[in-house]
T-cell receptor, first 112, second 113 residues
């Protein structure tokens, strides 16, 4: 069965510091991996995806993620965090153009 | 190009009533997905539809829940005889044919009293 793990419920980082939000996955087959962000009382906004190709994927708002097949990970990163990045971040996986399996989410708090 | 539209944004129902949630996909998108988010949890897949077809309903509860995506008009998620445990945010997403990327609507927050 497909699954996604986000091991950290919350990540705290100071503004201007680099941030990492962790994600590992388990699928049978080639994974399609996604990161979404959710602001309070809002829907999910797409950040980036990995389908195939370069392991380093660049997305919206300066975010990037690295696909690591041997570690089955897809960690989200940003070189310099902003207070406005504070939100709930979801990693998701699919093995076809079908349903997304989401992690439980990681709350990112960026302090000024 | 308008995004995915959902209405109502907030819905309050008493136990035993019916809830109807509507989703209009983005223009040109033929696939619709429904997800449910319980408080402090991630999104759980419910159902995947194309026009007039249910493709995957493996995440739908066996009773009281149904979904449709007619040839004309929005997709409807219908919950009959609601119970308190149905209180959640229900999100719709759409995608174009043969695409991996899903675009989410703002959600409908259902409260059952």
């Amino acid at each position: 069965a497909q699954s996604v793990a986000q091991p950290e419920d919350q990540v705290n980082v100071a503004e201007g510091n680099p941030l990492t939000v962790k994600c590992t996955y388990s699928v049978s087959g080639n994974p399609y991996l996604f990161w979404y962000v959710q602001y309070p009382n809002r829907g999910l906004q797409f950040l980036l995806k990995y389908i195939t190709g370069d392991n380093l994927v660049k997305g919206s708002y300066g975010f990037e993620a690295e696909f690591n097949k041997s570690q089955t990970s897809f960690h989200l990163k940003k070189p310099s965090a902003l207070v406005s990045d504070s939100a709930l971040y979801f990693c998701a996986v699919s093995v076809n153009t079908d349903k997304l399996i989401f992690g439980t989410g990681t709350r990112l708090q960026v302090f000024p | 190009n308008a995004g995915v539209m959902q209405n109502p944004r907030h819905l309050v129902r008493r136990r035993g009533q019916e809830a109807r949630l509507r989703c209009s996909p983005m223009k040109g998108h033929s696939h619709v997905y429904w997800y449910r988010q319980l408080p402090e949890e991630g999104l759980k897949f419910m159902v995947y539809l194309q026009k007039e077809n249910i493709i995957d309903e493996s995440g739908m509860p066996k009773e009281r829940f149904s979904a449709e995506f007619p040839k004309e008009g929005p997709s409807i998620l219908r919950i009959q005889q609601v119970v308190r445990g149905d209180s959640a945010a229900y999100f719709c997403a759409s995608s174009p044919f043969d695409s991996y990327e899903q675009y989410f609507g703002p959600g409908t927050r259902l409260t059952v009293t």
